[in-house]
């Protein structure tokens, strides 16, 4: 996930790191149950994603010219994504989420775009559309070995506006863990995304408002 150079700093200790690392545990063990559990429970087979549901954000980014955001800013008010600061990645299933109810037959295709720009974010998904903003977390570069980096970490969001069958998770949280490869090393999001970021993040999305 990218945010802008204000919003995080990107290896600064916080003074809920304790809280944090349990928060972190405890969604990771959360994650792996809902992953790995041949019993795990699937949403009910309606339009409604269960909670938590999970998304993964994959693909290169690309930036979105002004005046060239997605139609009626998909109903959204909290973020303009015609405003140029935006960039995209597409969105893929994978748990509780309306099209992909039953995982033993996800077909691997894109649901939707993910958006992200100034601190805040929007996803683009089946039955409705969520904006976000940042509000904790950071990177930790590794040099790929290739002349590009691989920025690693994980950040907490808070849910600003959701509409249609996402309307219930106003109010709750994001908690996502993030791969990002920067295609040329350096400064994280130098010259992004222009000079090449490739994303893969997980994002744990519930109703639950963590503090």
Do not use: W
């Not at 800013?73 to 935006?86: D, K, P, Q, R, Y």
């Not at 893929?92 to 077909?107: A, L, R, S, T």
């Amino acid at each position: 996930m990218i945010t802008n150079q204000g919003l995080l700093n990107q290896s600064k200790p916080s003074e809920h790191e304790p809280t944090n690392q349990r928060r972190r545990a405890f969604i990771g063990g959360a994650l792996a149950a809902l992953l790995a559990s041949p019993g795990r429970v699937k949403a009910e087979e309606t339009d409604v994603p269960s909670d938590p549901f999970i998304l993964l954000l994959k693909g290169l980014y690309q930036s979105v010219p002004v005046g060239q955001g997605p139609k009626s800013n998909l109903g959204l008010t909290t973020v303009n994504l015609s405003n140029g600061m935006f960039s995209k990645t597409q969105i893929y299933p994978v748990f509780g989420i309306p099209d992909n109810k039953d995982e033993d037959k996800h077909d691997g295709k894109a649901i939707g775009t993910f958006y992200v720009g100034g601190g805040l974010c929007a996803y683009d998904l089946p039955g409705g559309a969520i904006a976000m903003r940042f509000t904790g977390g950071g990177f930790t570069p590794h040099l790929d070995g290739m002349g590009g980096q691989y920025d690693e970490g994980t950040f907490e969001l808070t849910i600003l506006e959701a509409t249609g069958v996402y309307s219930a998770f106003k109010g709750g949280h994001n908690h996502m863990v993030d791969r990002l490869h920067q295609l040329v090393a350096g400064p994280i999001f130098g010259g992004f995304p222009s000079s090449g970021y490739v994303e893969f993040c997980f994002c744990i999305i519930s109703q639950y408002p963590f503090p």
